[in-house]
């Protein structure tokens, strides 16, 4: 068990440019959470999956965010024409369905929109 | 809706001082709450967890938290502070039905002196 992974750990970008990142949760995992967290705050949830469904989406999840997560295993996570304030770091986190409910967390994607 | 409040953006101890980081929740339904630890430029580490089970919780590192129902607190102790706890603390609460998005606190920084 390696833990969740997510790729690339930092991504600089142009406002306006298309960006995505990669989450690999625990293999046995069934949920996968996506969260958002700007500089001084708490983490704020974005979507959810279970297995390849995506259940539940947040308002902050604007028209130009897509995740998908297509076999039920990895996901990715788009933004789309980003903005400086899409700058934030990007938290993915799995879980079982049944158990204890905790979620792991990978180590996050920080993007920085200049 | 739920919701988290921290009460204290810093809390600086000494070193072998008791460390205490304050969380009180709001929920509508029984809740289910959580201690993460994050480090710079990390994800996010759970500590400890309250599933409906013991109100006492002992998690990792020393940690331990007691849920108080009739105060909505779930506050986090450690008898003694060492400098590896320098971390940012965050409380996060998630309903004990459907997918249990968490919600976070906006997190406290603990800061150990020597």
């Known amino acids: 068990d390696t833990g969740v992974s997510q790729d690339p750990r930092h991504k600089i970008t142009k406002r306006g440019q298309n960006v995505t990142f990669r989450c690999d949760p625990i293999?046995?995992?069934?949920?996968l959470y996506w969260y958002r967290q700007t500089l001084g705050q708490g983490p704020e949830f974005l979507t959810y999956?279970?297995?390849?469904?995506?259940?539940?989406k947040s308002r902050l999840l604007s028209d130009r965010f897509s995740a998908e997560r297509p076999k039920g295993s990895f996901s990715t996570l788009e933004i789309q024409r980003t903005e400086q304030g899409d700058s934030a770091m990007y938290l993915c986190?799995?879980?079982?369905?049944?158990?204890?409910?905790?979620?792991?967390f990978g180590p996050g994607t920080r993007l920085t929109v200049t | 809706a739920q919701s988290v409040t921290q009460l204290g953006s810093h809390v600086s101890v000494s070193e072998g001082a008791l460390v205490l980081l304050r969380c009180n929740y709001s929920s509508s339904v029984p809740p289910y709450l959580f201690w993460y630890v994050q480090y710079p430029n990390q994800g996010l580490q759970l500590l400890l967890k309250?599933?409906?089970?013991?109100?006492l919780v002992k998690g990792i590192n020393g940690f331990e938290a007691e849920f108080k129902k009739s105060e909505t607190s779930f506050h986090l102790t450690k008898p003694s502070a060492h400098m590896s706890d320098a971390a940012e603390y965050f409380c996060a609460v998630s309903e004990n039905t459907g997918f249990q998005k968490l919600v976070f606190g906006t997190g406290t920084r603990l800061l150990v002196s020597p």
């Open positions: 999956f279970q297995n390849e469904a995506q259940l539940e």
């Open positions: 293999s046995e995992h069934n949920r």
């Open positions: 309250y599933t409906s089970a013991a109100t």
């Open positions: 986190a799995s879980s079982l369905i049944v158990g204890a409910y905790e979620q792991y």
